[in-house]
């Protein structure tokens, strides 16, 4: 995976953040049962995340990633918070 361990943890605490008290398996049946991707659901969750929070690591990402990496990392994420 590209990105840092620090970007990584920083896009895992804000996207557990904006969940709440959601439970990802809950969103992802909503997805499921509307028929939405399981990609579309790790970019939703990312883009949950307040912009103020959001930008500041996108601004490093970028720098050295694209979406692809991104989308490793989320995929990651989302399997690591669904436990």
Known sequence: MKI???DYAALKNAISGALG???VADVAANYERVGLSEKRLRWDLLWSVQNIVR???FDRIYKYAHDDHVDTALRR???EISV
């Open 55 to 57: 930008q500041p690591i």
């Open 21 to 23: 008290n959601c439970k």
């Open 77 to 79: 994420i989302v399997k």
């Open 4 to 6: 840092n361990n620090e």
